[in-house]
């Protein structure tokens, strides 16, 4: 499996808090960036997937809506997770 339980943590303690911080904005955007990239690289391979399709469709959206709540709320939080995760050019 690509995402088990010591992957989550690792992402959690460098994005979050600590390693049990799933809940803060930046370990989520992180957690959706990182399941966002292995999906793309799966539909590389495998254009007609579209159930892969639709579920990376929806991780965007839910990406999205966190980064704008993120942003409305903390905009150095913003700043910084973006940076980190190199979303925004």
Known sequence: M???AA???EIFGTYGKSNTDTG???SQIALFSYRIAR???HMKLNR???STERALTMLVGKRRAMLAYLKERDIERYR???KKLG???
């Open 87 to 89: 979303l925004r050019k």
């Open 48 to 50: 007609k997937d579209y």
């Open 24 to 26: 803060s904005a930046e």
């Open 80 to 82: 910084d997770i973006v």
């Open 39 to 41: 999906l793309t690289e």
């Open 7 to 9: 992957k989550k943590q």
């Open 2 to 4: 690509y995402l088990d």
